[in-house]
């Protein structure tokens, strides 16, 4: 059977929970479908009521939800929208997640945990996900946590976009750990191949980090440095690491970061160090005008999700968007 060349609107149908609604509706325009009415509303017990306004029978579902805070509410809609299409008959249920918080949650480092990423991954498939589209796992074996085929996608072309227009002379690439040095070593040779160095970071608790020093290449002879990671959270690794820089030197700091939670007041913090000129992060999460910050700069996602879900529907490689294929991590 030949394959489609182009979308046709009429076998697709785009939903969005209630966590990034402008997000979804950006995806939807970049691909040219209109975004499908989600109904959702409380019964007096507080369980929730959700209906999908649109029939989905025989179509490609695509449901569109990042898990950001209220993390298990926003979770619960999901499930149930995944399963909404499924009871109606879907063809496909892509469950798309531009932010799965739950990724940090991906290794059992005390007694009697939960490996949650793993779980939430089973409860997905178990919903009616056929298909998940996210982005940026915190690291790479959470990709293996799913059954069901998984694109997790990178945000690095967008970054690169944006930098493109900046001055990177005399400019160093760092990274928060050893563990994500690999992923700033990609970023580093997108940006023209820049100089790349980490941290020595201990984690102490959720909110507390001591960073003893840097780890690869010397400061020596850079007086910029772009500080790169895969999320923002409290922002007490990012503090941490500037402090240092700028001890050691460096004068201007941005700090860039695919998901940027910014709890805790992360943003007045990290921007009221004078050395930090930027703040740069996707529209993965969700950030109101109250939230919005001077040094904070918000590049969109959107038409990467855009493209990628062309190409699923289409079936066409998605390997140039595809985060780990290109040994990001």
Same mark, same amino acid.
């Given at each position: 059977m030949t394959r489609p060349l182009t979308l046709d609107a009429?076998?697709?149908?785009?939903?969005?929970?209630?966590? =990034?609604?402008?997000?979804?509706?950006?995806?939807? %325009?970049?691909? $040219?479908?209109?975004?499908?009415?989600?109904?959702?509303?409380r019964f007096h017990n507080d369980n929730l009521e959700i209906q999908l306004a649109t029939s989905v029978r025989s179509r490609n579902v695509y449901i569109i939800q990042s898990l950001t805070p209220p993390v298990n509410e926003h979770l619960m809609e999901m499930l149930m929208m995944l399963d909404i299409a499924r009871s109606a008959s879907a063809k496909e249920v892509h469950a798309v997640i531009p932010y799965y918080s739950f990724a940090r949650s991906d290794k059992k480092n005390k007694p009697r945990i939960s490996i949650t990423a793993r779980l939430v991954a089973d409860l997905l498939t178990a919903a009616g996900a056929t298909h998940v589209l996210t982005m940026m796992?915190? !690291?790479?074996?959470?990709?293996?946590?799913f059954s069901v085929p998984t694109d997790p996608l990178t945000s690095r072309p967008v970054f690169q976009e944006f930098f493109a227009r900046?001055?990177?002379?005399?400019?160093?690439?760092?990274?928060?750990?050893? +563990? !994500?040095?690999?992923?700033?070593?990609?970023?580093?040779?997108?940006?023209? +191949?820049?100089?790349? @160095? @980490? $941290?020595? /970071?201990?984690?102490?608790?959720?909110?507390?980090?001591?960073? !003893? #020093?840097?780890?690869? =290449?010397?400061? %020596? +002879?850079?007086?910029?440095?772009?500080?790169?990671?895969?999320?923002? @959270?409290?922002? $007490?690794?990012?503090?941490?690491?500037?402090?240092?820089?700028?001890?050691?030197?460096?004068r201007e700091i941005q700090l860039v970061c695919t998901h940027g939670l910014f709890a805790n007041n992360a943003l007045e913090?990290? #921007? @009221?160090?004078?050395?930090?000129?930027g703040i740069v992060t996707t529209d993965t999460i969700y950030?109101?005008?109250?939230?919005?910050?001077? /040094?904070?700069?918000?590049?969109?996602?959107?038409?990467?999700?855009?493209?990628?879900?062309? /190409?699923?529907?289409?079936?066409? !490689?998605?390997?140039?968007?595809?985060?780990?294929?290109? +040994?990001d991590g």
């Open positions: 009429e076998d697709i149908r785009i939903f969005s929970g209630s966590s =990034n609604a402008a997000l979804a509706a950006e995806i939807a %325009h970049c691909l $040219g479908v209109p975004l499908s009415e989600t109904k959702i509303q796992l915190h !690291s790479p074996q959470v990709h293996g946590f900046q001055n990177l002379s005399d400019t160093i690439v760092i990274a928060p750990d050893i +563990g !994500s040095a690999k992923s700033a070593a990609r970023f580093a040779k997108d940006l023209g +191949g820049l100089p790349v @160095a @980490a $941290g020595n /970071k201990e984690r102490l608790s959720d909110t507390q980090v001591v960073i !003893s #020093g840097i780890i690869g =290449n010397q400061l %020596h +002879g850079c007086t910029r440095a772009l500080i790169y990671d895969d999320e923002i @959270a409290t922002g $007490g690794t990012m503090l941490e690491l500037a402090q240092l820089l700028v001890r050691e030197g460096i913090r990290l #921007g @009221a160090l004078p050395q930090v000129t950030h109101p005008p109250t939230m919005l910050h001077p /040094k904070l700069h918000i590049v969109s996602v959107a038409h990467v999700f855009a493209d990628a879900m062309r /190409k699923n529907f289409l079936g066409e !490689s998605i390997g140039d968007l595809f985060v780990f294929g290109h +040994g």
